[in-house]
């Protein structure tokens, strides 16, 4: 693995094969309010304007309308074991909690109603409500699972995998 020094104090990570190739150009941090991370990205100058090329869609030689997406959800770890293409753009689903969270599990919130936890997931514009639970922890397993079985490889778990008992049934 090495570095390669991007502006803002930012580093971005590739492999060691890719290192020659790839510092040959000037890269920079590209600030994302979307994921609200940095980029590597680099600029190339054409005759109708800047063009932004950023480093892990060159390395996956991402088509225009394929996302290129990072694993573990660190967008400067441009190693090729964490990029993957995203042909059916899922790596939205592979975001973490989000900032006004109060469970500290992603798709788990405290419903009044029921004074229970609530577990539910979106996707393809469609909410799945996954029930009630009396602890977080349950509600958050029901996340897990249904996660896995919507988005698989492109989910973000609230527990590692091998915690993951496919068969319990917690919901009250």
Known sequence: ??????????????????YEWLNQWKWYAQWSEDTKSFYAVRGVRLKSGMKRIWMHRLILDAPKDINGDHKDGNTLNDQRYNLRLDPERRNNQNVGIRSHNTSGFKGVYWYKITSKWKAQIQFKDKKYHLG???????????????????????????F???????NKQTKE
């Open 1 to 18: 693995m090495k570095e390669i020094k991007l502006t803002q104090g930012q580093i971005a990570l590739v492999d060691d094969i890719d």
């Open 132 to 158: 009630y639970f009396t602890l977080k922890e349950d509600a958050a397993h029901a996340y897990d699972k249904k996660a896995l079985e919507l988005h698989g490889e492109f989910a973000k778990l609230n």
């Open 160 to 166: 590692d995998i091998c915690s993951i008992d496919m």
